[in-house]
């Protein structure tokens, strides 16, 4: 008994870099450090100045209850900016996912010069967001645009298209931007839920005599429905807090009809300089982000459980 005990107390003692509770702590601390100070501080601050009624040339600080909700329940604007980021994020993510699928099946697709094509297509995502986005601010020039050129070739108009300056065509060109600039990044993530499927599920499909279409419909997006998901996700958080697109395609006109909360709230709160109204607008976005991601989140669990 004494020399299991002695044996006991004489085996060396695990150092700091052998404990596992202690490596998962450290590993995790920098990354929570990260989100405390770039998300929890901002949005603390964002709740306290939508209470106050701080403002850009008085920045003293007087709690005033919900007055500066009530004064944005009570704006037009805010609701005119309500449903474009409504209209804005439902017809980008749907075109997103759409074309992100029918991407992503032919970067998984064998054919020569894939990886040239593969870096091609990230090219929009890894492009700073406001440099492209001026880029477009010429494709789309009243006067020069090659997008106009290129369809009075066609036939398919007379003369040239305001693209910017119709509430319309503005709402258009700005959904069709965003779909252009997150499609790379949904393209990545359902190929890796095409590269996922056992390859057997579809020989047997073939041996049985499915065509294209019925095994893309039967095999091929019932499995990746889930990742698909996610990336709808990842397109409706990255689309409904956006204002870059908007801002600078169209700095929210003409007459509000780009305006998205984000752009509203940035245009109220800062170059308007009511800083509490400002907050009060941005922190609405939390609410119906958060409504909308617990809602695909639990669809995707929905079709991780079938």
Not at 159 to 173: F, I, R, Y
Not at 261 to 275: P, T
Request: no cysteine.
């Amino acid at each position: 008994m004494t020399a299991r005990r002695r044996g006991r107390t004489a085996a060396p003692r695990a150092g700091l870099a052998d404990r596992e509770g202690f490596l998962a702590w450290a590993m995790l601390l920098p990354s929570v450090v990260y989100i405390v100070a770039l998300v929890g501080v901002p949005f603390l601050l964002a709740v306290a100045f939508a209470f106050s009624d701080v403002t850009t040339g008085d920045p003293s600080y007087d709690f005033v209850g919900l007055r500066n909700f009530t004064a944005i329940f009570d704006d037009g604007v805010f609701w005119r900016s309500l449903g474009n980021t409504l209209l804005f994020t439902v017809a980008s993510m749907v075109l997103i996912v759409v074309f992100g699928k029918i991407l992503a099946n032919i970067l998984v697709a064998d054919f020569r010069g894939k990886w040239l094509v593969r870096f091609l297509v990230l090219l929009p995502w890894t492009t700073p967001v406001a440099l492209s986005t001026i880029s477009w601010l010429w494709f789309l020039d009243s006067i020069y645009s090659p997008v106009d050129w290129v369809l009075r070739r066609l036939g398919l108009i007379e003369g040239n298209v305001v693209w910017l300056g119709d509430p319309g065509t503005a709402m258009l060109s700005v959904v069709l931007v965003q779909t252009w600039r997150l499609t790379p990044l949904a393209a990545v993530i359902v190929m890796a839920g095409l590269v996922a499927i056992p390859r057997d599920l579809d020989e047997a499909a073939r041996i049985d005599g499915a065509g294209f279409w019925r095994r893309m419909l039967e095999v091929t997006i019932p499995l990746t429905l889930p990742v698909i998901a996610v990336a709808a996700l990842f397109g409706a958080i990255m689309t409904f807090t956006d204002m870059t697109v908007s801002y600078v395609l169209t700095r929210g006109g003409p007459t509000h009809a780009t305006d998205v909360l984000a752009s509203w709230a940035y245009f109220r709160g800062i170059e308007g300089g009511d800083v509490g109204q400002g907050a009060a607008i941005a922190l609405f976005l939390f609410p119906i982000l958060l409504a909308g991601a617990i809602a695909i989140l639990r669809a995707v669990r929905r079709l991780e459980a079938q």
